[in-house]
């Protein structure tokens, strides 16, 4: 379907109808041994937004999807937007607490899970309806309800949905959007900067709960006809290189830390005939990264920058214009400015903090009047926090604005991670931020020791230990630094930004 | 400083925690990543050898280090 005629939906449902019944039998969606064309993939939804219905959810009321990227993703997302409800996906891997506070942060009505998700045994408040969809019975409920749904009526710029991003405490943020900001998105970037037609063949390696992710793999190849390629768990290289063949894919998403993964696995170059493209966000993608990936491959990767904010990239490198080392030019639709601590224009060439502007970028974060002041600005400006350069409207990442950092396109709050490794006996005290290590950000920690404890390569091991039973391995720091004490403000704020420096300063003596 | 033997490899990664059921069955001409080694404990490693023989890794490219037998390499081409 060329994008011309797709200029008249608004709604990202009509879209799914029209497709249902111009390529009924076209795959939409290729997970293991399944194989789902556009007709099965509206037909379960129909199911799926019946079996909400049934069991009492109202529109304008929130569900909880947390699931391993599967097809019940697709079904229970555009189920619950069909009966007006708002779909909430959630990584399956957070914790209990982690899934309570989303629950009760977003007032959710019910939860979709399945039985090895700890967020099957979250949501214990009475108000919150649990379906497990793996779950006999819920398949019986699905297979009795009715193929066909009315679309429930909502204005195309209203809330329809909610993504989660970290905060700089580490408590996730909800971040609203439309249907219009999915359907600009896939215009803008997929449309304008990709080129994506009804014959790609998509593979992300990152999730559908990512913002870079549910772009990817969820609106870009719906919006275009397209086909995905969903994993439920987390690919490792031969994976990657097994289902790209498998699946002939042309069009690889991954964050700048699986490139690397890639590249450190390839034994020589290696011919990917069926891919046209690679795109790499969530991080910067290091010059060397993309250069020996480009040598080993012949590919290009196309490094942008976005956000679960703007929902997905507003600044991109071009197929055949790629500067390595920046995030490349804007994607049309969206304006930039880059200001200064006072929210002047700086010169350009000049650092200063971007901003964005466009369709799909979110009003507000959910129940947080404060910091949605703070980043969502007048006029439409969202604060991205990140320091940039843009030159002859080139535009190269410089740093942030805040303690977070990100590993592997994730956020990592540092006083999380404190948090973890302070409920270690050896820790007194502790600071974590980041260093580069091969190009790329990992956690590091700086750690006073309490009396009785020495520095030693065993509780260095116990101390990481400590930290990977409680958070991700993204978060775990790769380094800990023995100090006596840690740098702070006179109120006893941690001064991160002199760890960093500090360090910096020790590298460059070497 | 004396050049290093894939030995000292081995004990960089026991040092972070390596399994040791990992470490037995590592070839050293095959890609770390291919061999059970994780992006969690990679970067521990790399920051452990910094420590040990006073490197740099920052801005070392993704293709210096992937084999214990470039690992090897690597280090002794910097201690020299």
Redesign the interface.
Do not use: F, M, Q, R
């Given at each position: 379907m060329k994008e011309e005629s797709m200029e008249s939906f608004s709604n990202f449902l009509e879209i799914l109808d029209s497709h249902a019944s111009r390529r009924g039998n076209k795959t939409a969606l290729y997970c293991n041994a399944e194989q789902i064309s556009y007709a099965k993939l509206n037909e379960n939804i129909n199911r799926f937004g019946n079996v909400l219905k049934s069991i009492g959810i109202k529109p304008d009321r929130q569900v909880v999807l947390a699931f391993p990227d599967g097809p019940a993703s697709f079904y229970a997302f555009f189920g619950a937007l069909k009966c007006g409800a708002r779909p909430v996906l959630l990584s399956p891997d957070l914790s209990r607490n982690e899934y309570d506070a989303i629950l009760l942060d977003c007032n959710a009505a019910a939860l979709l899970t399945v039985t090895s998700c700890e967020a099957a045994g979250a949501g214990m408040q009475a108000s919150v309806k649990k379906l497990l969809f793996d779950d006999p019975n819920f398949n019986l409920l699905l297979q009795r309800a009715d193929a066909h749904l009315e679309t429930y009526f909502r204005p195309a710029d209203e809330i329809s949905f909610i993504q989660y991003t970290s905060g700089s405490t580490g408590n996730p943020k909800g971040v609203p959007h439309s249907q219009r900001d999915m359907i600009f998105s896939a215009r803008q970037y997929a449309g304008h900067i990709l080129n994506m037609t009804d014959e790609d063949v998509v593979f992300s390696a990152s999730k559908l709960f990512f913002g870079y992710g549910f772009g990817n793999s969820m609106t870009f190849p719906l919006y275009y006809g397209a086909s995905t390629v969903l994993f439920p768990g987390r690919p490792t290289p031969s994976d990657v290189f097994q289902i790209i063949q498998q699946y002939s894919a042309t069009l690889f998403f991954a964050v700048p830390t699986f490139y690397h993964m890639l590249i450190k696995t390839m034994e020589g170059p290696t011919f990917l005939p069926s891919l046209r493209l690679c795109v790499s966000a969530g991080e910067a993608l290091p010059a060397h990264t993309y250069g020996i990936w480009k040598k080993l491959t012949k590919l290009e990767i196309l490094d942008g920058i976005g956000s679960t904010e703007a929902l997905h990239i507003f600044i991109s490198n071009r197929q055949g214009d790629v500067h390595p080392g920046s995030s490349g030019f804007l994607v049309p639709g969206y304006e930039t400015k880059i200001v200064d601590e006072s929210g002047m224009t700086v010169r350009e060439g000049k650092q200063g903090l971007l901003q964005v502007r466009g369709k799909s970028t979110a009003p507000f974060y959910w129940n947080k009047p404060s910091e949605s002041a703070k980043n969502m600005l007048p006029d439409g400006w969202l604060n991205t926090g990140d320091y940039y350069i843009e030159k002859e409207s080139c535009y190269t990442y410089q740093g942030r604005q805040d303690d977070l950092f990100k590993v592997g396109g994730a956020w990592v709050s540092p006083v999380r991670v404190e948090e973890a490794m302070r409920s270690h006996p050896a820790v007194f005290e502790c600071a974590v931020t980041s260093r580069k290590m091969e190009g790329l950000l990992q956690p590091m920690a700086y750690v006073v020791l309490s009396p009785g404890y020495q520095e030693d390569p065993d509780l260095t091991r116990q101390i990481r230990g400590h930290v990977l039973n409680q958070l991700p391995g993204y978060m775990c720091p790769v380094q800990i630094n023995y100090v006596a004490q840690i740098p702070k403000t006179r109120t006893g704020k941690i001064q991160r930004f002199r760890l960093r420096k500090q360090f910096e300063g020790k590298k460059e003596e070497l | 400083m004396k050049e290093i033997t894939a030995a000292a490899v081995i004990d960089l990664m026991k040092?972070?925690?390596v399994e040791e059921k990992v470490i037995k069955k590592l070839k050293n001409d095959v890609?770390?990543?291919?061999q059970g080694i994780?992006?969690?404990d990679?970067?521990?490693i790399?920051?452990?050898a910094?420590?040990q023989y006073?490197?740099?890794?920052?801005?070392?490219?993704?293709?210096k280090?992937?084999t214990i037998d470039e690992f090897v390499s690597f280090i002794n081409a910097r201690i020299k």
């Open positions: - | 040092k972070v925690g890609p770390l990543l291919k994780d992006s969690i990679l970067p521990a790399l920051a452990a910094e420590k006073d490197l740099d890794l920052s801005d070392c490219t993704a293709d280090v992937k």
